[in-house]
């Protein structure tokens, strides 16, 4: 701050205040309206403050699953989203610290290429290609299964990319001292590389989670079988039944329990997750 | 390309280092790049059975079509709405934020965790909170004498999924713009309040001009992001419609390819919206290698 204004200083409060009411309002809205069972919502008017029967709702969500047609019960689904994001972001950091350590470590024929065709699915998203991708992965025999969730979406250059400007700043010296002392490079790899890319990986791991744990498109094309569905597409299955109004409490209950591992993994490990963040865009 | 001074030496190992990922790009990348571009050229009919090679004709007729034109129009609308929405509240959020001394940490928490939300969680969120019939904020449109209803008035639409959309990436476009504040030497500051610029003049003249690299990154970002990410918000909420009024270029490849089956002309799209995100790409790879110095 350059000069004393308590009025700047209160306004900025003003402003911050009403910025994080604005943040949160959906997701209280949902809350509340989770604890309320279904009659309420058909008297016409939304409550703004929880009523009782919260235990209900997240009893009957995690119990026996939610009454709803068309959807198998959450926590199935939970998990379901958990190895799948557990595979993309693992499979994601394995495979791109070892082209990246190749990229950078050695010189070898064909390096350009390899680098070029890595470096243009950077910013391919899933739902520009959508059809031929589907295709492939039908033709593979990977509908309905973790492999067809998780591995199409394993290759993106980000990782790679990162990985590559963390290990052009890692001293020459290292390589000079292990080649003296004749480690391999596997060794190297192993004893030098590894530990210092702990942050890095730590990291990248917060920001892959979430990237995993909230895809839509792709599990939806992919899975026909109720077994496969991930949570965040298993809500809005349970939101779009045909005919009849869907039972906002559990929707909504279940929405609140499918933020809920990655919004703490957000406030939880806030320092990675910023480092993560912006060094991904570098 | 830069390598290091010392590299190992071995003819086999980095091809096995790079052959995991270069196996999975090229099935599940180049392949269906490929495929989408020779696919874009054909015309199959809807039950697989005989294709025919059609030239550019996908092409001539999508650019021909009212719908898809009119598609067009809709994703610059919502692109510069969602954008400037997001991008303006949060730049407010963050000069405020950079006022803060021992709060900062406090709030930055309490505005950074939507990242975290799926959007299509986003899009169901806002969706019910504009419920036609008991949504709480069409209870309070209807005090002030509005009649909302997103399922029929395509406006009402257009701004649930802007507002779904910019409220997502509020998070994201904060954190950049906390970073770049504080990365204005406050030295220049100090210096404009001594030769009495009023702190909306700083603002103005001294802060936002040295601020543009982040904002020029995050305008890229961004149109990428409302093009693309927004795919399961829109599908989640309005899913493309009332009508037409809320489908954009990447919701319309999805409806015209999985739901309509038009396979050449959904693969035509692709070609199109890839080529728009190779374009931005190196945009902003050209702009952030001048700005980044290893």
């Not at chain 1, 973790?146 to 199409?152: D, K, N």
């Not at chain 1, 965040?232 to 939101?239: A, L, Y």
């Amino acid at each position: 701050m350059v000069e004393n204004r308590p009025f700047l200083t209160f306004l900025a409060h003003v402003v911050l205040i009403l910025g994080v009411a604005f943040v949160a309002l959906p997701v209280w809205i949902a809350f509340v309206a989770s604890t309320h069972d279904q009659s309420t919502f058909l008297s016409g008017s939304m409550p703004m403050w929880p009523g009782d029967n919260i235990w209900e709702t997240y009893g009957t969500i995690l119990g026996t699953g939610a009454p709803v047609p068309g959807a198998p019960p959450l926590t199935l689904m939970l998990k379901n989203s958990l190895v799948m994001a557990l595979i993309i972001t693992v499979g994601k950091i394995a495979i791109s610290i070892l082209s990246a350590f190749a990229i950078v470590y050695f010189r070898f024929p064909g390096r350009v290429l390899i680098f070029c065709l890595i470096f243009v699915t950077l910013m391919l998203p899933v739902e520009v290609r959508i059809m031929p991708t589907f295709k492939v992965v039908a033709d593979l025999g990977m509908l309905n299964s973790y492999a067809g969730l998780s591995i199409p979406l394993i290759a993106s250059a980000t990782a790679t990319f990162l990985f590559r400007q963390f290990f052009l700043t890692i001293p020459e010296e290292l390589v000079e001292a292990a080649r003296i002392d004749g480690a391999g490079p596997m060794k190297f790899f192993r004893d030098m590389v590894l530990p210092l890319s702990q942050t890095n990986i730590a990291a990248l791991f917060v920001i892959l989670f979430i990237y995993g744990w909230n895809q839509y498109l792709w599990p939806m094309l992919i899975t026909t079988d109720e077994k496969f569905y991930t949570v965040v597409m298993g809500i809005k299955r349970m939101s779009d039944v045909a005919d009849s109004d869907p039972q906002w409490n559990f929707v909504m209950g279940s929405a609140m329990l499918a933020m809920l591992p990655p919004v703490l993994v957000v406030i939880f490990m806030q320092r990675l997750f910023v480092k993560g963040l912006v060094e991904q865009e570098k | 390309m830069q390598t290091k001074r010392t590299t190992f030496r071995s003819w086999w190992l980095p091809y096995l280092l790079v052959a995991p990922q270069l196996a999975i790009t090229l099935v599940f990348f180049i392949w269906p790049a490929g495929q989408a571009v020779y696919q874009s050229f054909l015309r199959e009919d809807p039950f697989g059975l005989s294709t025919t090679w059609v030239g550019l004709r996908n092409y001539i007729r999508l650019f021909d079509s009212a719908e898809y034109l009119a598609s067009f129009e809709t994703t610059v609308i919502f692109t510069v709405c969602t954008a400037s929405l997001s991008m303006g509240l949060s730049l407010l959020l963050a000069v405020a934020v950079d006022r803060m001394i021992r709060t900062a940490s406090v709030y930055t928490t309490l505005v950074v965790w939507p990242y975290a939300v799926a959007p299509a969680i986003a899009g169901i969120l806002w969706w019910f909170m504009f419920n036609p019939s008991f949504g709480i904020l069409t209870y309070v449109l209807e005090m002030v004498g509005y009649d909302w209803n997103h399922r029929l008035n395509g406006e009402d639409a257009m701004t649930l999924v802007v507002l779904a959309s910019a409220w997502k990436q509020i998070s994201y476009n904060f954190l950049f713009f906390v970073a770049g504040l504080q990365s204005i030497p406050m030295s220049l500051r100090e210096a404009a309040a001594i030769d009495g610029a009023g702190p909306v003049k700083r603002f103005f003249t001294v802060v936002f001009p040295l601020l543009s690299p982040t904002t020029f990154f995050l305008l890229v970002v961004n149109i990428n992001y409302t093009m693309f990410d927004t795919f399961s918000t829109i599908d989640a909420s309005t899913a493309g419609g009332p009508g037409q009024a809320t489908t954009i270029l990447v919701y319309k490849v999805y409806e015209d390819g999985v739901k309509g089956l038009n396979l050449g002309s959904s693969a035509a799209q692709s070609v199109i919206l890839m080529s728009i995100v190779i374009a931005l790409t190196f945009i902003q790879f050209r702009f952030i290698e001048r700005r980044v110095q290893y």
